[in-house]
C-alpha cells in the first residue's frame, strides 16, 4: 500500500518532503529540549548571581567592622604609651584628627573618663570638614565643638557648647555592662542639641586603672548611614535589593534608602519596615525558620508578594568581634528571566531561517544530482562511523569521478590524522600526568600553580619539589620554559622533569641542582635546544626565600603590607646550550606575613590581543596588587580571567604557566 502510494508520487516532491520531515521533528526536539536547559540554566544563573552578591556585601562587612577593632587596639596601646594623655585631652586632638582621616569608616572616636572630661572627633555626611568636641577643667560641664577643615585646622572659638556628660550616653553605660571590648545596641547619633534621623553603631572598650577601676571609655562609631550608601551602590538583578537584619529582627540597613528608624529614632522591625517587600520578605524568614538566630546557613527561597513570584537568598554574616547580621537579597524573577527569554526566542529564529536556508540548498542539489548524493551520503555516513578503509567510486561525472578521488585521498589524510590525533592525546594525558595533581600543604604559605598549553603538548612546566635536606616548613618549586611548544618541547621538558626529580633525592644547593640539570641536557640536546628554569623555595618560619635561575626572570615578590614590588635581579645562561657552566643561588631574608610570591613564564606578559597590544608585566603587577588579599588559588583564577579578558578572540600564541606562594 505504501509502495504503491509512493511509486505514484513524483520524486521531486517526495524527497523535499522526506527531507523535510525529519528536520521539522529535529527542530521541535531540540527546541523542547533548549526550553528545559534554558530554564535549568536560568535558575543556576540566579543562584550564582545572587551568591556572588552576598560574598561581596559580606567582604565589604568585614572591612567595614574590622575598622573599630583596629582602631581600638591603635588607641590602646597608645594610651599605655601615655602618647595619648589621659591628664592632656586637648593633646589628643591631632592625633584623633589622622586617625579619622586614616580610618574614613568610621562616624567617630571619642573618649569619656569616669571624671566626667570627654574628648571626640566625628565627620557629618552632611557637612565638609571634621568637628573637634572637647570637655575637660576649662569647659566646665559643657562640651565645647570646634570646626576642623580638611587640613586639620580649627577655629578659635567653638561653635556650640552645651552641657554634657560622657557618662549618660548609651556608649559609655554599655562598656561599664560589659566590662570588655563590645557592639553597643544602634543608638540615635547625637549633634549639638538636635539628634539626627541615622543611628550609630559604636564599638566600645572600656580602660582601667592598676586597682581595676575604671577610668573611662573609648568609643570608635559608625552610623548605620554608611552601610546602607554601600548596599545603594549594589546592582541586585534590574529591580531587586538588598537588606541586613540583626539577631533581634531589626532592620540595620537597605538598598532602597528606606528608613529604618521609627518617628522617635528607634531601631524598626524588618518586618514592619516601610518598604513593603522588605516586610513581605522578613515575615516569610520568621515564618520559615522561627527565628533570625537559627539561620545557620546560606538558603535561597521562593515566594510570592502581590502575586509576583520573587527569590530570596539569605546567608549569616558573624564578625569575629562578635556582631552577627543577616545578609538578604530579594529579586523578582522576571528580572533574570527576561534576558533568558529574549536570547532563547532569537536563537530559535535565526534556527529557523538556518534551518530554511538549509532545506532550499538541499532540495536544489537532490534535484541536480539524487542518486550520487545518496551513494555520497552513505560514504560519508561510514566515515562518520569510523569505517575509513572503503573507498567511494562515483561514475555519474568527470566532476564525481574528480569527487571521488578528492575524497577518497581526504579519508586517508584523515586515517593518518586520526592516528597522530591518538598520538597527540596519549602525549598530552602524558604530559598532563606530569603536571602536580595537588599542591604542598605546608604551614604559614598558600600555595597554587596553573599551566595551560596553546597546543596539545607543550613546552612550559612547572612541580613541586622534594629536595632531600631541606625541613618540611619549606616549599620548593620550579618553573621552566622550554623554546618552542609541541611535541618536541613536551620530551625535553619531560627529560628535564625526571633528571631534576632524580638530583633532587640528594642534598645539594639550587645552584647545583641546576648545573646538574644542565650537564645533562647537553649530552642530550647536543646544544641545539635550551630552555631556561627557576627554582625557588619560601619558608616562612626561617622569613628566607632562595632562588636560582637559568636564563630565567627572577621571582616576582609583592609585598602587601608596604603595597609595593621589590625588585630582584638575576642573569644565567639557559640550560642545553654549553657545558660546565656554574649558577648561583640567590637569597632574600625579609620573608615576612602578607608577601606573595611569584614564578613565571614568558607567555603571561607576552600575550597579546587581537590589536597585537601585549598583556605585560605591568598588567600582572596589577591584577596582583588590586586582588592580593585573595587566597593562591583565587589569585590564580583571577589572573586566569583577567588574561582571558585581554586576548578576546585572539589565539593564544604561548603556553601560559606560573606558581603562587602566599605568606599566611
Known amino acids: 500500500m505504501l509502495r504503491s502510494l509512493a511509486s505514484k508520487i513524483p520524486?521531486?516532491?517526495?524527497?523535499?518532503?522526506?527531507?523535510?520531515?525529519?528536520?521539522?521533528?529535529?527542530?521541535?526536539?531540540?527546541?523542547?529540549?533548549?526550553?528545559?536547559?534554558?530554564?535549568?540554566?536560568?535558575?543556576?544563573?540566579?543562584?550564582?548571581?545572587l551568591a556572588r552578591i552576598h560574598d561581596h556585601i559580606e567582604e565589604r562587612l568585614k572591612d567595614l567592622l574590622n575598622l573599630p577593632n583596629r582602631i581600638?587596639?591603635?588607641?590602646?596601646?597608645?594610651?599605655?604609651?601615655?602618647?595619648?594623655?589621659?591628664?592632656?585631652?586637648?593633646?589628643?586632638?591631632?592625633?584623633?584628627?589622622?586617625?579619622?582621616?586614616?580610618?574614613?569608616?568610621?562616624?567617630?572616636?571619642?573618649?569619656?573618663?569616669?571624671?566626667?572630661?570627654?574628648?571626640?572627633?566625628?565627620?557629618?555626611?552632611?557637612?565638609?570638614?571634621?568637628?573637634?568636641?572637647?570637655?575637660?577643667?576649662?569647659?566646665?560641664?559643657?562640651l565645647d565643638e570646634y570646626f576642623l577643615d580638611a587640613y586639620g585646622r580649627?577655629?578659635?572659638?567653638?561653635?556650640?557648647?552645651?552641657?554634657?556628660?560622657?557618662?549618660?550616653q548609651p556608649w559609655y553605660k554599655a562598656a561599664l555592662m560589659a566590662e570588655k571590648p563590645t557592639w553597643t545596641e544602634p543608638y540615635a547619633k547625637e549633634h549639638g542639641d538636635a539628634i539626627h534621623v541615622n543611628l550609630a553603631l559604636g564599638y566600645v572598650q572600656p580602660f582601667h586603672d592598676s586597682n581595676g577601676n575604671i577610668i573611662g571609655v573609648m568609643n570608635a562609631e559608625m552610623t548605620l548611614n554608611d552601610i546602607s550608601f554601600f548596599l545603594e551602590t549594589l546592582s541586585v538583578g534590574r529591580t531587586g535589593k538588598a537588606f541586613l537584619i540583626d539577631h533581634r529582627g531589626r532592620l540595620i540597613a537597605t538598598s532602597t534608602g528606606v528608613p529604618v528608624t521609627d518617628a522617635k529614632y528607634y531601631p524598626i522591625r524588618a518586618a514592619e519596615s516601610y518598604d513593603r517587600e522588605i516586610a513581605a520578605a522578613a515575615k516569610h524568614i520568621e515564618n520559615a525558620f522561627g527565628s533570625f538566630n537559627n539561620i545557620e546557613a546560606r538558603y535561597q527561597l521562593s515566594l510570592r508578594i502581590m502575586s509576583t513570584?520573587?527569590?530570596?537568598?539569605?546567608?549569616?554574616?558573624?564578625?569575629?568581634?562578635?556582631?552577627?547580621?543577616?545578609?538578604?537579597?530579594?529579586?523578582?524573577?522576571?528580572?533574570?528571566?527576561?534576558?533568558?527569554?529574549?536570547?532563547?526566542?532569537?536563537?530559535?529564529?535565526?534556527?529557523?531561517?538556518?534551518?530554511?536556508?538549509?532545506?532550499?540548498?538541499?532540495?536544489?542539489?537532490?534535484?541536480?544530482?539524487?542518486?550520487?548524493?545518496?551513494?555520497?551520503?552513505?560514504?560519508?555516513?561510514?566515515?562518520?562511523?569510523?569505517?575509513?578503509?572503503?573507498?567511494?567510486?562515483?561514475?555519474?561525472?568527470?566532476?564525481?569521478?574528480?569527487?571521488?578521488?578528492?575524497?577518497?585521498?581526504?579519508?586517508?589524510?584523515l586515517r593518518d590524522r586520526m592516528r597522530l590525533r591518538d598520538s597527540l592525546a596519549l602525549a598530552q594525558e602524558v604530559q598532563q600526568n606530569l603536571l602536580p595533581s595537588d599542591t604542598p600543604n605546608i604551614d604559614g604559605l598558600d600555595i597554587a600553580g596553573h599551566a595551560i598549553y596553546c597546543d596539545e603538548t607543550g613546552g612550559d612546566y612547572f612541580d613541586f619539589l622534594e629536595i632531600n635536606g631541606l625541613p618540611k616548613t619549606?616549599?620548593?618549586?620550579?618553573?621552566?620554559?622550554?623554546?618552542?611548544?609541541?611535541?618536541?618541547?613536551?620530551?625535553?621538558?619531560?627529560?628535564?622533569?625526571?633528571?631534576?626529580?632524580?638530583?633532587?633525592?640528594?642534598?645539594?644547593?639550587?645552584?647545583?641542582?641546576?648545573?646538574?640539570?644542565?650537564?645533562?641536557?647537553?649530552?642530550?640536546?647536543?646544544?641545539?635546544?635550551?630552555?631556561?628554569?627557576?627554582?625557588?623555595?619560601?619558608?616562612?618560619?626561617?622569613?628566607?626565600?632562595?632562588?636560582?635561575?637559568?636564563?630565567?626572570?627572577?621571582?616576582?615578590?609583592?609585598?602587601?603590607?608596604?603595597?609595593?614590588?621589590?625588585?630582584?635581579?638575576?642573569?644565567?645562561?639557559s640550560l642545553g646550550l654549553k657545558k660546565d657552566v656554574v649558577y648561583e643561588e640567590h637569597r632574600f631574608m625579609e620573608v615576612k606575613q602578607g608577601q606573595i610570591f611569584m614564578a613565571l613564564t614568558d607567555g603571561l606578559p607576552e600575550t597579546f590581543n587581537k590589536s597585537g597590544e601585549m598583556f605585560g608585566m605591568q598588567r600582572v603587577q596589577n591584577v596582583i596588587q588590586q586582588y592580593a588579599h585573595l587566597s593562591a588559588t583565587e589569585l590564580c583564577q583571577q589572573i586566569n580571567t583577567e588574561v582571558s579578558r585581554f586576548r578576546g578572540d585572539a589565539s593564544a600564541q604561548d603556553d601560559l604557566t606560573f606558581v603562587l606562594i602566599k605568606v599566611l
Open 72 to 142: 581600638q587596639q591603635v588607641n590602646a596601646s597608645l594610651i599605655r604609651e601615655d602618647k595619648l594623655n589621659l591628664k592632656d585631652l586637648r593633646s589628643w586632638r591631632q592625633i584623633l584628627f589622622d586617625q579619622a582621616g586614616a580610618f574614613k569608616g568610621l562616624s567617630s572616636i571619642a573618649w569619656g573618663g569616669s571624671d566626667g572630661r570627654s574628648v571626640r572627633i566625628a565627620r557629618f555626611p552632611e557637612e565638609y570638614g571634621y568637628e573637634f568636641a572637647i570637655r575637660d577643667e576649662f569647659t566646665g560641664s559643657n
Open 474 to 573: 619549606t616549599a620548593a618549586i620550579t618553573v621552566g620554559d622550554v623554546v618552542g611548544h609541541g611535541v618536541a618541547a613536551a620530551m625535553l621538558m619531560a627529560t628535564a622533569r625526571g633528571i631534576l626529580r632524580s638530583r633532587c633525592r640528594q642534598p645539594g644547593s639550587l645552584a647545583d641542582l641546576l648545573t646538574h640539570l644542565n650537564d645533562m641536557l647537553v649530552k642530550d640536546t647536543g646544544e641545539d635546544r635550551f630552555m631556561t628554569m627557576l627554582l625557588m623555595t619560601v619558608d616562612a618560619n626561617l622569613k628566607e626565600m632562595r632562588w636560582a635561575a637559568a636564563g630565567h626572570e627572577a621571582p616576582l615578590v609583592y609585598d602587601q603590607t608596604e603595597k609595593r614590588f621589590i625588585e630582584l635581579k638575576s642573569s644565567s645562561m
Open 309 to 413: 513570584p520573587y527569590l530570596l537568598m539569605i546567608s549569616p554574616s558573624e564578625h569575629e568581634t562578635g556582631l552577627r547580621w543577616i545578609i538578604a537579597t530579594l529579586v523578582p524573577e522576571s528580572d533574570f528571566m527576561v534576558q533568558i527569554k529574549t536570547g532563547r526566542q532569537r536563537s530559535i529564529k535565526i534556527g529557523i531561517i538556518a534551518v530554511i536556508i538549509t532545506l532550499c540548498f538541499g532540495i536544489i542539489f537532490a534535484a541536480i544530482s539524487l542518486w550520487p548524493m545518496l551513494d555520497l551520503v552513505k560514504h560519508v555516513q561510514r566515515i562518520g562511523k569510523g569505517i575509513l578503509d572503503q573507498e567511494l567510486k562515483l561514475e555519474y561525472s568527470t566532476e564525481f569521478v574528480q569527487l571521488s578521488k578528492e575524497i577518497n585521498s581526504m579519508t586517508a589524510g
Open 154 to 168: 580649627t577655629e578659635k572659638t567653638p561653635r556650640d557648647s552645651y552641657p554634657y556628660d560622657p557618662r549618660s
Open 11 to 49: 520524486m521531486k516532491i517526495s524527497v523535499p518532503l522526506l527531507l523535510a520531515a525529519p528536520v521539522f521533528i529535529a527542530v521541535v526536539v531540540v527546541s523542547m529540549i533548549a526550553y528545559n536547559e534554558a530554564k535549568s540554566t536560568a535558575k543556576d544563573l540566579i543562584e550564582q548571581n
